[in-house]
């Protein structure tokens, strides 16, 4: 019993430390590659005993310690429990949401084996979505509870947007699960390991790239990146909703940015890159389509397989990070338009199409 | 569900739900309202019926309340204003209110319950309700859609007539 505790204790500080380090690797992306972008160096002067690490130090040590240090600011009138609430409404479900997220296959060790997933659920699809849907309360509450016109606008245009690219993602995912059968996230990331033709690794992005490209697009809306930002698009609103805020709360509201940038990332490579699957790499070793095979201690496949996930985390992240600084911001009705007239349509054909294959791939018309 | 959880559980969703009622700023109503249905959802998920108790978070506490949260905020409602209300009034308003909730212990009390029916492990999951609702409940499960889409058309029906 204190075993299995500890187990579970340790797979979720695991999935916890991954998410948390792709999150800083995404903040260190955030100042360096915009710096590329535009042609800048970027953050390159806090260093420790003359290192700076390329402006690690910088993004990784000052950043976050200045944060800390400065003073918690609270603009007169507003609410104090909910401007001190709607940071810790932000950060803590798109957290929590990581729990359903595989990190490994088995891990066979002293007679247990144990499956590299923190909480195994039969709805880990619908738990994220719940998870995502209750992020929103952040951003509506700091809006609100900070007593400010802009913080007001940015809060009331972001609860609008996260609710109408939610449908969007909601329905992409339907193409996915009627494509594997289940809600696990474990089970469709174990069916990624199949080979099409005997090559060809059986990623999800083959089977739904439609899917693909909606889930992505409406995962960075739901993260209110640019070019979706416009809860906090600066040239009108100052900062949007976390307009009143400073010092660690500002912090906080940062972290449940890039962790949701993760989160998407993470969203992303499970249910079409296949997880944590490494291509040819199984439970007992390589075996590679052109007949030779390397056999692997189970110990050493688990940490491949969590290589492999970070890899493809930090792949994602770095893309949506890109896109954010290529791409300008939509105009609010462009923003509606694309969601309710574009992604929705597209979405829901999806369903129809990948419900019409299913059914002839199955035999049954 | 061990019994500790589940009345620890109870004693939240209560003070959530009463909340909801009580507190004068519509925004803190709005919140009980959230908190009173995540509460719920974890009841649900001691029942060990996980796709009902992440439904009730996705539809209800993450789409349906947001709504609330965002008229109230458009509309910019203020505190609202307590009417003072004669003495003997809140007397007879308590004895009633109590008079009632003994009524129904007394009634809870005093009706034969029938041993809960036997179900068998993994009841709540997604398979076993999908099956009964596509198969047992498949014509209200449809006209509930129906109605729902007649509610839609409906509202944009209104909506066109004000522009």
Known sequence: ?365 | MSVPIFLLLAVLTVASALVIVIHRNPIYSALGLVSTLFLMALLFVGLEAHMVAVLQIIIYAGAIVVLFLFVIMLLNLQVEERETVSRPLIGAAVAGGLALGLLVLLGIGLTPLAPPAPVQPGYGGTQPLAERLFTAYLLPFELTSLLLLVAIVGAVVVGKRQA
């Open chain 1, 1 to 365: 019993m204190a075993v299995d505790v500890a187990i579970a204790c340790i797979k979720a500080v695991v999935m916890l430390l991954i998410a948390l380090q792709v999150m800083a690797m995404g903040v260190y992306f955030e100042r360096k590659v915009s710096a590329i972008i535009q042609d800048r160096i970027g953050a390159n002067r806090a260093s420790i005993l003359g290192f700076a690490g390329q402006g690690l130090i910088n993004t990784l040590v000052a950043d976050p310690l200045k944060f800390l240090l400065k003073e918690d600011v609270r603009p007169d009138g507003a609410d104090p429990f909910l401007h001190t609430l709607a940071p810790l409404a932000a950060v803590i479900p798109a957290l929590a949401a990581f729990a359903v997220i595989p990190f490994g296959d088995v891990l066979e060790i002293g007679g247990r084996t144990i499956n590299l997933q923190a909480a195994s659920l039969d709805v880990g699809i619908l738990y994220i979505l719940a998870m995502a849907s209750l992020g929103v309360y952040g951003v509506v509450l700091a809006g609100w509870a900070s007593n400010n016109r802009w913080s007001l606008l940015g809060g009331i245009r972001g609860s609008a947007q996260m609710i109408s690219y939610e449908i969007a993602m909601g329905l992409a995912l339907i193409g996915v699960v009627l494509t594997y059968n289940t809600f696990d996230l474990q089970e469709i990331a174990r069916r990624q390991g199949e080979l099409i033709w005997g090559w060809l690794p059986a990623w999800g992005v083959i089977y739904q790239p439609l899917a693909f490209l909606i889930l992505f697009a409406a995962g960075i809306a739901e993260s209110k990146r640019i070019p979706f930002d416009l809860p906090e698009s600066e040239s009108e609103l100052v900062s949007g909703f976390f307009t009143e805020y400073s010092g660690a709360k500002h912090l906080m509201f940062m972290m449940s940015d890039f962790v949701e940038v993760v989160l998407v990332a993470a969203l992303v490579t499970t249910l079409f890159f296949g997880g944590w699957q490494v291509p040819y790499l199984g439970r007992e070793g390589f075996h590679f389509p052109w007949g030779s095979s390397i056999a692997l201690p189970s110990l050493v496949v688990a940490i491949l397989q969590i290589i492999s996930l970070s890899v493809k985390l930090i792949f994602f992240t770095w893309l949506q990070i890109v896109i954010r600084w290529t791409l300008p911001r939509f105009r609010y009705d462009q923003l509606m338009r694309l969601g309710w007239k574009g992604l929705l349509p597209v979405s829901l054909l999806n369903v129809v199409v990948s419900a019409a294959l299913v059914l002839m791939r199955e035999g049954r018309a």
